[in-house]
């Protein structure tokens, strides 16, 4: 794939593909640096070699690949027996007697081992290096080849990265003829390395061998399992501090090196019982209380205002069931902590190939006039500047708006990266994101010890400030768009001039050929994709857009992971990847984890944090509570995904997983196997989990493989395929190799025409796309559905928060557009309460666990908060003006009640705030912020949700600026923008004002026998007026700088003193007051 070959645009159903701007011909993929030597299917290290130079074999029978370590640990501790075959090991040279070994008749003969002949008399070739060719019959050819999957072009079975992380399909054929066919995950094996010829003895049953047993994953899986049960244990039985060990050859260090790899990449930190326990107490007793004062509350009407008092229980139970949804999901929360040294340790060793997985970075964007190209720029080249190796990142640029200014600004952010990423990588700088690097407030020297670093600093802000100009004159260019539309620079009309009516685009930006950096060495691949949009056709916004990247990201390069990140959220910490790595890798979460989520944090929001923008409490105790449980909701960003996770598969799960839910267990005992698919075999299915709509599993595909000699059950497997994938062999082809990779014999050419094929506006009809294949649709906020679907199926995610944040974004933090952001967030989670995906009625027969279930219930059903929440707020006012109350006079004993609950409330918060960490100016906004969204956003957002659902018409609120004033520091903070958002919560403020002063007047009028009954009733308007007060700060805007609370009191107690006065009247002599009271009036 060559980077600047030219921009790929064309549409499959029209026929049509163009190459515009060529600038030469494409060139062949460069295949990738091979790895030496097969590689542990337990534990991934290489095999090895015997001290004879040939690969280390642990089974005689079936070659299966196993290192010595797993194979000496086996023996001493295990089954001792073959993961796949089940043969017994036998000793091998170099190795410790165990029992049993006496009973062994035969002894191993090493140097003859694979000189076996045929019956027949033919020798079986064996691989002596470059020097000897495998012979067609063995390598190349089959009998009956297996049929292909792309357009009739070959699907070798050599993957061009040497790593675990590839698999493709694979014939076995040898003695047996091609009698066996099926889709293996085998790793790489290189020619130029001794290979083990796996010879079968055809008397045998095939299943002893793993042939045709597609069992053996499950077994394998299981194994690695128990290997890290037992990882613990292993690290002392191979030395005891006495040099070599007996009997193994082995050095101790060697030994204890590879025992460190061998340990877990990362741990649960649990947080202390002496915070935890206390908090759970409260809890407890919080609800015991809350059951006493709802229970008193119903039982004791208030009969002179009967409304009032009915409406105030009705908000009350409410509100208690709301806590209840928030409050359990938080019963388990944990930290983690990832150990990127033994990841370096396992996959990544100094002077090897790297073993890490490939990852491809999704970077979305729509209009580059509200989201500047700059910031999206920044974004790419944190990206393209990561720390991990080169050939294992792919950055895919997502343009829905197929904007020419994106495109050019690409272009732009490609040529700097070429002098921006060896700079970062060279000098190990922190953030690598150009604009947030060069304005930080901080002592760059600090740890800095090249003499040349001040230098090249120096001249690379002056190489970005010339960038920045660049890009500031295409901005400037495209702020009026030409009547003829815009125009390339060879004079090639904008294929995207029209965003709703235009061909899909590609361009390969950076790649393997070309994509150098200044210093020569690779950079990451970086690519440009605009899918075609036409008329009358539904492209679902990001949803569709993340697909289409899916399907184009799994035929140009196919990582076994995806990171997806917004255009304004950039890569504050450059070994992000690996710390997800650490996870997805890791032996014991990688086959079940379906995302790594990232917490998001931002710049550029004031000190105070008026508009609770960093959502401090969701990130740091909600989604740490739900990492103990299943795993925290999918929060649209900063996330990587298992790419096997967004195909349907189901996870692999150990038997534990594999225990009914606490609901089903309850209710209808010990689980059976519900619905089967009719082609799944029993046995399987039951070691299977049952996913509420089983998409795709790994059976599904290696039964379809082995029937390939059926040419029936071929075509009906094709059909099955691509009716769930889609019209596309090449894409079908990738989902089968698990750990990613492409064939390295595919024409580039032919890559990017299936490429446009895969991002066609009509790619996706009559298949499961966005129903349950990759990003879900129903819903503007198809984060919370798409990762509510993978749980479904019994899939975990895992919570991860370096020490240095691992992203960092930008954040609406002028009030109308906060506003209008909750109220988008709001609108989905309607959309989602009232579709057939909601957690109160789907998934039932799922994996997905019980608190988990009830934090997503309350993820959706929080907008319907804020009609309770309304008409509690205008409750005290309303009492205020009627001289009324909700609360009948109360006894001492009753008012207990009142007192504790309010005491468990705040204790509740301050046990959560100590085991969180969480400061209390963090959990104040949140707690003022609930109540401005809840009186505004919210409540727009269900009946918006309504008309949308259920009378299908879609409402808008457009946000316009009215004014603005001085810039500054924060000058955004003060913008005001008028939105009808901003009605319901001025008028909350307003009558719960007059309220006060109305009250207070009849107070004063009515003397002090009415001033205790008051207390009540300004104590609930006065709560109301606090936690609106940041939304009137910045209904107000800046004023000539004058506080804000300043002009409130003045207010108040110019209205208070002006009753006062006329109270008071204190120029009225008491003769002139009491003829004035003597007079009669009109009926005297």
């Known amino acids: ?68 370590a797993c194979y000496e640990y086996e023996r001493k501790d295990g089954n001792r027996s073959c993961p796949q075959c089940k043969t017994r090991y036998k000793r091998l040279k170099g190795s410790p007697r165990v029992e049993g070994d006496d009973e062994e008749v035969d002894v191993d003969d090493l140097e003859n081992e694979f000189n076996y002949t045929h019956e027949n008399g033919k020798a079986v070739h064996q691989w002596l290096g470059d020097d000897v060719e495998l012979s067609s019959s063995s390598r190349h050819e089959s009998r009956h080849p297996v049929p292909l999957l792309t357009h009739g072009q070959p699907f070798s079975g050599e993957i061009p990265s040497a790593t675990p992380d590839n698999q493709s399909v694979r014939t076995t054929s040898g003695p047996l003829g091609s009698g066996e066919k099926r889709v293996h995950s085998l790793p790489y094996v290189d020619p130029s390395h001794p290979v083990p010829v796996r010879i079968v003895d055809p008397s045998k049953d095939l299943n002893s061998y793993g042939l045709g047993n597609v069992d053996w994953k499950e077994r394998v899986e299981g ?35 590879v025992d460190d790899a061998r340990q877990p990449l990362s741990r649960v930190v649990p947080i202390s019982s002496s915070h935890l326990t206390p908090y759970r107490i409260v809890i407890i007793l919080r609800l015991i209380i809350l059951c006493f004062f709802l229970q008193y509350r119903v039982t004791h009407p208030v009969n002179d205002a009967y409304p009032l008092w009915l409406t105030s229980v009705i908000c009350e139970i409410w509100f208690a069931l709301s806590w209840l949804l928030d409050q359990f999901p938080k019963w388990f929360p944990i930290n983690r902590e990832t150990y990127l040294d033994r990841l370096a340790l396992r996959f990544d060793r100094e002077g090897e190939p790297s073993q890490l997985a490939p990852v491809d970075v999704f970077v979305s964007t729509v ?124 004079g090639t009309a904008w294929p995207g001039n029209n965003p709703r009516d235009h061909p899909g685009m590609i361009q390969v930006f950076l790649g393997h050929s070309g994509g150098l950096d200044t210093d020569g060495n690779e950079l990451p691949r970086l690519v440009y994709v605009s899918r075609e949009k036409r008329p009358g056709f539904q492209h679902h916004k990001k949803a569709g857009a993340m697909n289409a990247l899916i399907r184009v990201s799994a035929v140009l390069t196919n990582g076994a992971y995806l990171l997806n990140v917004d255009c304004d959220h950039y890569f504050n910490n450059s070994k992000a990847l690996r710390e997800a790595m650490c996870f997805m890798m890791d032996p014991a979460y990688g086959k079940k984890t379906c995302y790594v989520q990232f917490p998001q944090r931002f710049d550029g929001i004031d000190l105070h944090d008026r508009y609770a923008n960093r959502n401090i409490v969701f990130f740091d105790i909600n989604l740490k509570g739900l990492d103990g449980i299943q795993g925290p909701v999918y929060v649209g960003t900063g996330c990587c995904f298992n790419r096997q996770a967004l ?124 129903k349950e294949i990759g990003w879900i649709y129903g819903s503007v906020t198809e984060d919370i559905l798409t990762g509510f679907k993978m749980h479904a199926r019994g899939w975990i995610s895992i919570y991860c928060m370096p020490p240095r944040p691992a992203f960092k974004g930008s954040a609406p933090i002028n009030l109308s557009d906060r506003l209008n952001q909750v109220l988008r967030w709001a609108l989905g989670s309607i959309e989602i309460l009232l579709s057939r995906h909601c957690p109160i009625w789907y998934g039932y027969t799922g994996r997905l666990k019980l608190l988990e279930r009830l934090a997503y219930i309350n993820t959706i059903v929080y907008p319907l908060t804020s009609i309770p929440l309304l008409a509690y707020c205008i409750l005290p006012a309303v009492c205020l003006l009627t001289g009324k109350f909700i609360i009948p006079e109360i006894s001492n004993f009753a008012s207990m009640w009142f007192i504790l609950l309010f005491v468990s409330i705040f204790a509740t918060g301050i046990l959560e705030l100590r085991w969180s960490g969480v400061g209390i100016d963090d959990w104040w906004r949140n707690e003022q912020f609930w109540v401005i969204g809840g009186t505004s956003a919210h409540l727009f957002a269900v009946f918006q949700g309504l008309l949308k659902v259920l009378a299908g018409i879609d409402t808008n609120f457009t946000v316009t600026s009215k004014a603005s004033d001085e810039d500054g520091d924060f000058a955004e903070l003060y913008v005001f923008k008028w ?33 205790g009954p008051l207390f009540g009733k300004l104590f609930f308007a006065i709560w109301v007026i606090v936690h609106l007060y940041p939304f009137l700060k910045g209904l107000l805007g800046r004023q000539n700088r004058t506080p804000t609370i300043v002009i409130v009191w003045s207010l108040l107690l110019a209205s208070i003193f002006s009753l006062l006065w006329v109270r008071i009247d204190p120029f009225t002599s008491d003769a002139t007051k009491a003829a004035a009271s003597g007079q009669c009036g009109v009926n005297c």
């Open 647 to 770: 195909y349907g598969y189901d996870p692999v799960l150990t038997e534990a997983d594999l225990e009914p839910n606490i609901i089903v267990k309850s209710c209808c005992g010990s689980r059976k196997k519900g619905r089967e698919k009719k082609y799944i075999d029993k046995k399987r299915a039951v070691k299977r989990t049952e996913s509420t709509i089983p998409i795709f599993n790994m059976e599904d595909i290696e039964e379809g493989v082995e029937a390939y000699d059926d040419e029936k059950s071929l075509l009906m497997s094709q059909k099955s395929l691509e009716k769930r994938f889609g019209q596309s062999p090449v894409f079908i082809a990738s989902t089968f190799m698990e750990q990613g990779g492409i064939p390295p014999s595919t024409n580039p050419a032919s890559l990017l025409k299936e490429a446009i094929h895969v991002i066609s506006c009509g790619y996706e009809d009559k298949s499961e796309w966005g």
């Open 223 to 257: 194994w690695k399992l128990k290997q890290d049960k037992n990882m613990m244990q292993m690290s002392g039985k191979y030395t005891e501090g006495k040099g070599d060990n007996e009997g193994t050859g082995s050095n101790g260090e060697e030994l204890q090196m």
């Open 979 to 1011: 939105t009808a958002l901003l009605i319901p919560p001025t008028t909350v403020l307003i009558v719960n004002m007059v309220g006060i002063v109305a009250g207070v007047s009849y107070a004063i009028n009515s003397g002090y026998q009415s001033w």
């Open 367 to 490: 209009d580059p006039l509200k989201e500047p190209p700059i910031v999206t720029a920044n974004t790419v080249l944190s990206i393209l500047a990561v720390d991990y190796p080169v050939d294992k990142v792919s950055c895919y640029v997502s343009d829905d708006g197929s904007a020419m200014l994106t495109f050019e600004a690409l272009s732009e952010t490609s040529e700097f990266a070429r002098k921006w990423v060896p700079f970062c990588k060279k000098h190990n700088i922190e953030p690598r994101a150009p604009e947030f690097y060069f304005a930080q407030k901080i002592d760059y020297l600090k740890d800095k010890i090249q003499p040349s670093f001040v230098k090249e600093r120096r001249a690379m802000k002056r190489e970005y400030e010339e960038f920045k100009v660049r890009i500031n004159a295409l901005v400037a260019k495209a702020q009026k768009m030409p009547e003829e539309g815009w125009t390339m620079q060879d």
């Open 1 to 68: 794939m060559e980077a600047n070959a030219g921009l790929i645009a064309g549409s499959h159903k029209r026929n049509e593909l163009v190459l515009i701007r060529h600038d030469g011909d494409v060139g062949q993929a460069k295949p990738l640096k091979h790895l030496n030597g097969q590689v542990c299917q337990i534990c991934g290290d290489t095999v090895g070699v015997t001290a004879t130079g040939d690969v280390f074999v642990a089974c005689n029978e079936c070659a299966f690949p196993v290192c010595r």
